[in-house]
């Protein structure tokens, strides 16, 4: 437990893959991370870090052996802050998610869980064992900009994630044939937003965006490192995104701001 945690931060993405040296090929190419070997414990295996111009802003794993077998594609995981893991995913079981994995200290680290929300969205909570720093409002180029949940019934979904980080609604854009498109935050910027799957989304889930400088040359790197572009260019208010995917199946979204 960590008191000084504040909850429903973004505060960590991580790969899982299939192929490791692969995803580190790519997304270095695409994005210009780095990527830093980290240990807590010399016994055990490195975790490796990507690095965003020095800054540590999520990690790679193998994609576990069971997810393997059961067809599950590389994928992004998206990190919620809490003051107390166990709190929160009891919370969270107690109102229809599914707990995947944890809670489980990581030495040095913190406290982790991982769940199912009540329509099957993967997420993550992690009290940290040491102070972080906040959220910048202004995310750096490289870094998440936004958080989009795709899901069954976006009311029920806000109903369960409200209740459980404290996120607030933004405003609401009526996006036609797929209803209404919901913005989120903590009271400051808007995090993500929430709205109906459209039938080209098999199933409930979380899409990260990463914020590029330069939409076009990062799709044509997408491209040329075995990804695919899914949707897009797309105009949205104040910029541009596109929706991709890499060459193991994970799926991201580029956005790009005008200045």
């Avoid at 000084?4 to 210009?32: C, H, M, N």
């Avoid at 998610?97 to 200290?105: E, F, N, R, V, Y």
């Avoid at 209803?179 to 910027?189: E, I, M, V």
């Amino acid at each position: 437990m960590s008191p000084s945690t504040p909850l429903g931060d973004f505060v960590w993405y991580e790969l899982l893959a299939i192929d490791q040296a692969r995803a580190k090929s790519f997304y270095t190419a695409v994005l210009g991370w780095t990527t830093e070997d980290w240990q807590s414990d010399p016994a055990a295996d490195p975790y490796t870090m990507w690095m965003n111009r020095g800054t540590p802003l999520g990690g790679i794993m193998a994609l576990p052996e069971g997810a393997k077998a059961a067809g599950a594609p590389s994928h992004w995981l998206a990190y919620v802050s809490t003051p107390d893991t166990n709190a929160t995913l009891g919370k969270a079981t107690g109102t229809g998610a599914k707990a995947l994995m944890g809670p489980m200290d990581v030495p040095t680290v913190g406290r982790i869980a991982v769940l199912a929300d009540p329509q099957g969205a993967v997420i993550a909570i992690y009290t940290p064992a040491n102070e972080r720093p906040a959220p910048p409002d202004e995310p750096p180029i490289g870094t998440v900009s936004w958080h989009e949940l795709a899901t069954d019934d976006w009311q029920k979904a806000w109903t369960f994630y409200s209740g459980l980080f404290g996120w607030k609604k933004g405003e609401a854009y009526d996006m036609g044939p797929i209803g209404t498109y919901q913005l989120f935050g903590k009271g400051g910027p808007p995090l993500g937003a929430v709205y109906n799957r459209p039938p080209e989304v098999p199933v409930s889930n979380w899409l990260l965006y990463f914020l590029v400088a330069d939409l076009d040359a990062t799709l044509d790197k997408v491209r040329a490192n075995g990804g695919q572009v899914l949707y897009g260019p797309l105009d949205v208010p104040g910029g541009k995104v596109a929706t991709c995917m890499d060459p193991q199946g994970a799926a991201f979204a580029l956005h790009w701001k005008q200045a």
